[in-house]
């Protein structure tokens, strides 16, 4: 705050400065670098009417972008001139761009004020329009402070004095001013102390609805985290009432969010909610698996439950996500790869027997009955599997295929049906979801079924009766919806005959059946395979596309192929890899038929233990040089026994 500097010395400084442009001694800092700013800019000292007001659209725009200031500080404009009313001063506020979107006053005063320098709605109170004052100084250097008289640069403001302090936000710029103006001979240095407290009282309900607007947001966005969680998620206090649960935890529950806030978790469902035990133990868990029994059957859970505490470490409430199992399912095939990638478009072939091999598949794809792929191995039977899922309306669901051939017999059981944690030695933490689980909402495909040993194939037609399994170790049915597809190389109903396969299983299995054919009785469709497989495999590996000479091709239809398609690729891909030139020669494929044909070493004839022992006891002798006692040593027996084997099979020590 300051009072009005003695009138002489401020007048001849005033009339010094805008004739010369020296400023005497005693203007305060401020007001002459303010003077400075104006006749650089070139304003004309002789002047001071406020020569721009905003047109209607303009003003009408300022006011709403300037709507919350307006808002907060119209209560503190009210109490302000209620205290200066009826003594000629008027209440301004001015945004922060300098134009003025609010007056209170006498009438007498704005009547002066408009008159003598168009102080109106709308004007824009900059020092480049009408010199310095209180309110462009303080927008400019954010302070406040009090201008009167010949402290103004330009003469028409010179009758008048205004004091003003900046309305500024919590990063410290200025959002606006507020000001006070009346006539001279009226200045008082406590208006600015009044002004200034208005400010600052306008700048703290500012601030409060910032931090509150930031906490809505804060809200919002935490809010809309949660909703979109694809996890259930509930909060609940000490004594267990609920106080949040999002949109997917609603509906996993079978409840609604709005609802349930405020009861207690155990009156929303009818089982007892697995988060209780964390209130009385305060040990929370992660991703521990649950089923709870309701009303309508099991509900089975992946489930993380943390513990709140306060700053003195007590327990005031629990956050609990769940979601449901076969969530977790789909994204463990997600991540294991148990998806089909082949379709219709993939099995290669025009003959009649391959034909009709897809029609049935395709009649399969449409049904929801299990399917019995019989053929060689190498036939494709997986990939007519993968075709048949992928045109059904399981096509959105995992496809999970397992060899029966290819797991020992104690494991098979866990793979298929998945055991509870303890269920033998050696079991995970937790247990593990067998491949039925894991297919639930899809298709499984068990290859090589016939290999299946007959204890399993009992539990196995159990499964696709009731459509649903108990892990190894466990005592819950947990529900299966999954479409079965087998497969085998061998000829079940022979099986079934000799009593290697069950034959209720068959009967289960072979609703819709479909004999691939092998290779050799599909007559022309080698030349495509062969076309489009080498195509394929020249372009994997990089080459340029190779073609197989009339003679090799000839010598291709020739062969039996005993292992179907899958041993035509491989003789592809190695006759590829070899070729010395774009053209695969006719003796290239001799070659390498040949050599597919040889095979491994038949074994040697078995020895007779007494010829073996002849052998091991030269080869001690020898590596000891003759020294008995050492060769008896390395031989593990007496030197007398040694000694009798050597005169029994006439070896010579040395």
């Known amino acids: 705050m300051k009072t009005q500097p003695a009138f002489p010395s401020l007048k001849k400084a005033w009339e ?71 003594s000629g001063f008027a209440v301004v506020l001015v945004d922060r761009d300098g134009v003025v979107i609010e007056v209170r006053g006498d009438p007498t005063i704005l009547k002066a004020s408009a008159s003598a320098l168009n102080f109106v709605p709308g004007a824009v109170w900059r020092e480049d329009i009408v010199g310095n004052t209180a309110v462009g100084t303080a927008l400019r250097e954010k302070v406040p402070l009090q201008v009167a008289g010949y402290e103004h640069y330009c003469r028409a403001h010179h009758p008048w004095a205004c004091s003003a302090a900046p309305i ?41 609805r910032q931090a509150t607007e930031e906490l809505r947001l804060q809200h919002k966005y935490q809010e809309a985290i949660v909703e979109s969680m694809s996890d259930g998620l509930l909060t609940i206090d000490r004594s267990g009432h609920i106080t949040y649960i999002n949109a997917t935890g609603g509906r996993i529950l079978g409840v609604d969010p709005k609802k349930v806030v405020g009861k207690f978790v155990g009156d929303i469902v009818d089982f007892r909610p697995v988060v209780l035990s964390v209130l009385e133990s305060g040990h929370g868990y992660v991703d521990r698996e649950f089923m709870v029994k309701t009303g309508s059957g099991f509900k089975h859970f992946i489930k993380t439950a943390v513990p709140i505490r306060d700053e003195n470490g007590n327990l005031t409430g629990v956050v609990d996500t769940f979601r449901e199992i076969k969530r977790v399912r789909k994204m463990v095939n997600q991540m294991v790869g148990a998806t089909a990638n082949f379709t219709f478009a993939d099995i290669l072939g025009e003959s009649r027997e391959i034909a009709e091999c897809v029609r049935l598949a395709k009649i399969a794809a449409q049904s929801s009955s299990t399917v019995l792929l019989q053929g060689e191995s190498g036939t494709g039977k997986e990939l007519f599997a993968q075709a048949v899922h992928n045109e059904s309306n399981r096509r959105e669901g995992p496809f999970v295929a397992l060899n029966c051939a290819a797991l020992p017999r104690e494991l098979i059981e866990s793979e298929l ?101 092998p290779l050799r009785q599909r007559g022309a469709d080698l030349e ?41 690729e491989n003789v592809i891909e190695r006759a590829v890899n070899m070729a010395r030139g774009k053209e695969i020669s006719a003796a290239e494929v001799l070659r390498l038929l040949k050599h597919q044909q040889a095979g491994p070493a038949a074994p040697a004839e078995p020895l007779a233990i007494e010829e073996l022992e002849k052998q091991a006891i030269r080869r001690a002798l020898q590596a000891v040089d003759g020294n008995i006692s050492l060769a008896a040593r390395l031989l593990k027996i007496s030197r007398n026994t040694l000694y009798n084997k050597l005169k029994k099979y006439q070896i010579k020590a040395s």
Request: aromatic share 8%; net charge negative; proline share 6%.
């Open 16 to 86: 010094t400065f805008t004739a010369t442009g020296t400023v005497l001694p005693g203007v305060p800092p401020l007001v002459a670098t303010a003077w400075q700013r104006c006749r650089h800019l070139g304003v004309d000292p002789n002047q001071g009417f406020c020569t721009e007001v905003l047109p209607a659209p303009e003003y009408a725009a300022h006011l709403a972008a300037n709507a919350e200031l307006l808002e907060v500080a119209r209560p503190f404009l009210t109490s302000l001139y209620e205290i200066v009313q009826g």
């Open 168 to 208: 500024l936000g919590p990063d410290g710029t200025a959002w606006g001013a507020l000001n006070v103006s009346g006539v001279l001979r009226q200045v008082h240095p406590h208006t600015l102390g009044m002004v200034v407290a208005a400010a600052r009282a306008i700048e703290g309900q500012l601030a409060m």
């Open 417 to 517: 049906f998945g055991y509870e944690e303890g269920a033998f030695t050696g079991a995970s933490r937790g247990g593990r979801p067998g491949k039925f689980e894991l297919a639930s909402g899809g298709t499984i495909f068990l290859d090589e079924i016939g290999d299946m040993p007959l204890d399993m194939q009992a539990k196995l037609l159990r499964v696709l009766q009731e459509h649903r399994v108990v892990r190894l170790g466990g005592s819950h049915y947990i529900d299966c919806d999954v479409r079965v597809i087998a497969a085998t190389n061998k000829d079940l109903a022979r099986e079934v005959e000799e009593g290697n396969f069950r034959r209720d299983l068959y009967y289960r299995l072979n609703v819709i059946s479909i004999l691939i054919p």
């Open 528 to 568: 495509l395979l062969v076309e489009r497989l080498t195509e394929k495999i020249s372009r994997k590996l990089g080459h340029e596309v190779h073609v197989f000479a009339p003679g090799a091709l000839q010598i291709l239809r020739s062969y039996p192929w005993p292992g179907n398609v899958r041993e035509l």
